[in-house]
């Protein structure tokens, strides 16, 4: 009888859950930390200038967000790298609070319920695919280097996990091209139907 996939998965995820919990404390606390920005920079009036919305920008956004992703996927390989990405899926964190934090501060609660339309559709999405690929790439470095202490050739290691962790980045860039175009077509929408 073949092992239910589902339960696989539940297995993989329990013996992993650490790592997952540590990337989501990444970005909410720089999620949280973005937020707090707006209340420092706002009162002294030194806010930037942020638009949101443009073909342009959002085009940009995508193409920023496929490079952080695959160079967190390539930090898996080392643990030099690894810091740089916790880093990086912090800064994406803080980005965003920043943002949903100014629309709440200019506006109120409109603010709010525009942050939820705006920035969240897409954000979501992008937000699980950095969480997931962050802690694989950890895993990932753990592997190697547990193979390397164990004096185990490093292409064996990677041959066993290669396939399914080059999966694993096909998947996180689909799922930021299909969050770039949520966040096209999507919010322009919402804010037709529930803002004016």
């Known amino acids: 009888m073949k092992p239910n996939i589902s339960s696989n998965i539940l297995h993989y995820l329990s013996n992993h859950m650490a790592y ?3 990337i989501l404390i990444l970005l909410a606390c720089g999620t949280a930390a973005g937020a707090l920005l707006v209340n420092i920079y706002a ?10 919305g443009g073909n342009g920008q959002i085009f940009s956004a995508m193409v ?29 964190g803080c980005l965003f609070g920043f943002a949903a934090g100014m629309m709440l501060y200019e506006n109120g609660l409109s603010g709010l319920a525009e942050a ?4 969240l559709p897409h954000n979501l999405l992008m937000m699980f695919v950095y969480i997931i690929l962050g802690a694989e790439s950890l895993i990932l470095a753990g592997q190697i280097w547990k193979g390397i202490g164990a004096r185990q050739p ?35 929408f919402l804010v037709k139907v529930f803002i004016t």
């Open 20 to 22: 997952y919990i540590f």
């Open 43 to 52: 009162p002294l009036h030194i806010m930037p200038d942020i638009h949101f």
């Open 64 to 92: 920023i967000d496929l490079l952080l992703l695959l160079f967190i996927w390539t930090s898996g390989f080392t643990l030099a790298g690894l810091p740089v990405a916790w880093f990086l899926i912090y800064m994406k």
């Open 116 to 119: 939820t339309v705006v920035l």
């Open 154 to 188: 490093f292409i064996y290691t990677v041959r066993n996990m290669g396939a399914a962790y080059l999966i694993l980045l096909g998947a996180a860039l689909a799922v930021a091209g299909a969050a770039g175009v949520i966040e096209y077509y999507v919010p322009g």
